[in-house]
Structures are given as C-alpha cells and as structure tokens.
C-alpha cells in the first residue's frame, strides 16, 4: 500500500438497510469519499431520500426496495447493482431488526423469525451470493455490521444478541475462507447509538439514564460517527485488516 488514502472513487458499494440510521449514514460516507452507491430497505420513501442526498451533492446511487428476508430480492438487488454500475466492491450487510425487548422466555416465536430471517438468515444469502461475485472479480471487502449484543449481555436483548453473535462468527469464518482471493471481511460493533430502532428506549428518562451511565463517554453515539469506520474498512487504509470485530461504542465494550 502506498500512502494513506480513505478515496473510494471508482469503486461501487452496496448498503443494506440505508434508508435511515447508521446505514444511511454508512451509504452518504462512501458517497462521500467517492464511491457509487446501491442503496437499499424496504421502506421507498427512505431509501429514495438517501440517493436523492447522494446526487444532490454530486454522488451517483441506485434506489432499491429490497426485504433481506426474502431471497429473490437480494437477487434481484445483485443483477440491478451489475447492470447499473457494472462491479460490485463493497458490500455492507446492515440491515437489522429487533421488534422484540422482552425477556427470553417471552419472546414470541414471530418475533425469533422475524430477527433471524432478517439478522442472520438475509445476510447469510447475500454473502453467499456477492462471494461468488468477488470471486470471478478477483477482489472485494465485506461489512457485516453486528453489534455490541454480540459480544457482551444486554437487558432483554436475547434474539437480537444471539443474531448479532451469529454474524461475528460468520465473519471470522468467511475472512479465513476468503483471504487468498483478495476479499476482506470485517465486522462493525456499533454500541448504542442514536436510530429509530433505539428511539423507544431513549425516550423514557429511566432506560436513557440506565444506558447513559453504562457507557464510559457517558452517552450515546451519533450514526455519523459509525460511518467513518466503514469507510475505512472499505478503502486501501485497511487492506491488511480482515477477520476484524471492531466496536465503535463510547467505550462499552471495554468495561
């Protein structure tokens, strides 16, 4: 590697669940730094608005409307990306959901499926698929954005904490599987951070306390300060870093 450089220009990346949050955040980033960008959820108006950012100030992104639940739509999201930019080189899987805050013996089987289908089972069906994609490309990098669910207990969190566990090991498994075909695979560990997902929690004075003195910086992270991470990971900076769980959490992780 020569220099130092987070330029994504000429490379196309493709991010899951973009139409808010820390996804949307992710896709304007790699806009940013120059890249093309696929830009996918399921909700339309969301996820127009993203690409609508994008090329208002100058960026090029194609709208989706993908469910990661359902398989033919990641395929189908795969065959536009090529048609429209002809390469795909990055891919971040973040699109997650969490309908559930109970304790475990109440959670509904519903509510089980519909994390994992979304959480673990749509991630898994896109890798397999954009795996082969940058294989026959000869390189790509991979972002799997997990949580920090995944590596310490949270109150009530048991479905999304096992389906964010889920996804850390899959990285490791598939950066060892694709480190001699020049694809690297990370996983980003977001704490909490300030989204529509965790906006029912922060509104009650006693959950946002509770969370606020359990984090070293004593409050919550923005979506903005997620996405550099992922930026990094994508570009050249990083191209000796695969297998990776790296946190971004104010300093949760390390209490």
Do not use: W
Not at 31 to 50: C, L, P
Not at 152 to 158: E, I, N, Q, V
Not at 209 to 234: K, Q, Y
């Amino acid at each position: 590697m020569s220099g130092f450089t987070l330029d994504l220009s000429g490379k196309t990346a493709a991010v899951s669940g973009s139409g808010r949050g820390i996804g949307k955040a992710i896709a304007l980033a790699m806009a940013k730094a120059g890249a093309q960008v696929t830009v996918f959820s399921r909700t339309e108006e969301e996820f127009r608005a993203t690409a609508e950012e994008i090329e208002a100030a100058g960026g090029k992104a194609l709208a989706l409307r993908v469910d990661m639940s359902r398989p033919e739509d990641v395929d189908a999201m795969l065959e536009k990306t090529l048609a429209h930019f002809g390469r795909l080189d990055i891919m971040v899987n973040n699109a997650g959901t969490s309908p559930s805050y109970e304790y475990m013996e109440d959670v509904t089987e519903g509510d089980y499926a519909a994390i994992m289908n979304t959480n673990v089972r749509g991630i898994y069906y896109c890798n397999q698929k954009v795996i082969r994609l940058m294989k026959e490309q000869g390189s790509g990098c991979i972002i799997n954005v997990a949580s920090i669910a995944g590596l310490r207990a949270l109150f009530k969190c048991s479905a999304y904490s096992a389906s964010k566990g889920a996804i850390i090991a899959l990285t490791r498994t598939m950066a060892v599987e694709l480190a001699r075909f020049n694809i690297r695979v990370n996983a980003l560990c977001p704490g909490y951070v300030r989204t529509e997902m965790m906006a029912g929690l922060l509104e009650h004075p006693k959950s946002r306390d509770r969370i606020t003195l359990s984090i070293p910086m004593r409050r919550v992270g923005e979506p903005e300060e997620i996405a550099p991470m992922a930026v990094f990971l994508a570009s050249d900076a990083a191209s000796y870093i695969t297998g990776a769980t790296i946190c971004v959490d104010g300093g949760l992780s390390a209490v």
